[in-house]
């Protein structure tokens, strides 16, 4: 196989698994997925967790949300959070081939009002102007095509990324990949946000571990989070009563 170099992007591809479409970059590592029968649906556990976010607020307020992922992988998120959420969302995406497979192979519409794709960097693209304080819901999931580790994961990156959200706003983020390192992405996400603004998750069986940091830290009464928790399941179908059990303060 012809290598990339520094400045070619990977190869675009996916593969199919009964209803399940995969999408690849140019390796075997999965970087997102889509039931072709319910596109909208979030098909992995990390991807789910990637909501919870929505245990930290009154979820009803959620539609008048702004969601903000960097990294398009499938358009899962992106389109979970705009087609059923109701948000509005923004993906940063640098690789215009990942682009064009979602709209091509994971149902991905175009550019609308509540939904808009922006290929650039997201290091460079998140210290624009009109982020700042903007965002209630950044997730953040970074990879190139070895998955070795987040792409992006300093100290500087994550503070760029506060200072993104509204006070009451949740990033999310998803470690993973055989060089990444949970305290040492947790202690540079604490140098940004502080310690007692941080939520993780266990990690999952495929080995995605999920962690939230809060603009404004909070600790809601369990009595509170299980409400939310059941409202969240209502009204999306996601798996929160699992995760009021399963999230816990760093």
């Known amino acids: 196989m012809k290598k990339n170099t520094p400045t070619e992007p990977p190869e675009v591809n996916f593969s199919e698994e009964g209803l399940v479409r995969h999408l690849h970059l140019g390796s ?17 556990e990390y991807v789910q967790r990637m909501m919870a976010w929505l245990l930290l607020v009154d979820p009803a307020t959620a539609p008048m949300r702004r969601a903000l992922q960097l990294g398009l992988g499938a358009g899962s998120l992106s389109k979970f959070c705009a087609l059923e959420v109701g948000m509005r969302t923004t993906a940063i995406e640098l690789n215009p081939q990942v682009l064009h497979a979602c709209r091509g192979w994971f149902a991905l519409p175009s550019n609308h009002p509540r939904l808009h794709v922006v290929l650039a ?52 983020v998803n470690l993973f990949g055989r060089s990444s390192s949970f305290a040492r992405s947790v202690n540079s996400i604490a140098q940004a946000f502080g310690r007692d603004a941080i939520w993780a998750f266990k990690a999952t069986r495929e080995g995605n571990t999920v962690v939230l940091a809060q603009r404004t830290a909070t600790r809601p009464e369990s ?11 209502e009204q999306w179908g996601l798996p929160a009563p699992k995760w009021v059990r399963a999230m816990q303060p760093v």
Not at 28 to 44: F, N
Not at 140 to 157: E, H, K, R, T
């Open 28 to 44: 075997i590592w999965i970087q997102g997925s889509m039931r072709v029968d319910a596109p909208t649906v979030l098909v992995h």
């Open 121 to 172: 960097d997201a290091a460079q693209e998140i210290c624009q102007p009109q982020w700042q304080g903007s965002v209630d819901a950044l997730q953040v999931d970074l990879y190139d095509q070895d998955a070795a580790a987040p792409v992006l994961d300093s100290p500087d990156f994550y503070a760029h990324c506060r200072n993104t959200l509204t006070a009451d706003g949740c990033m999310t």
């Open 223 to 233: 009595e509170v989070l299980k409400k939310r928790a059941l409202y969240i399941q």
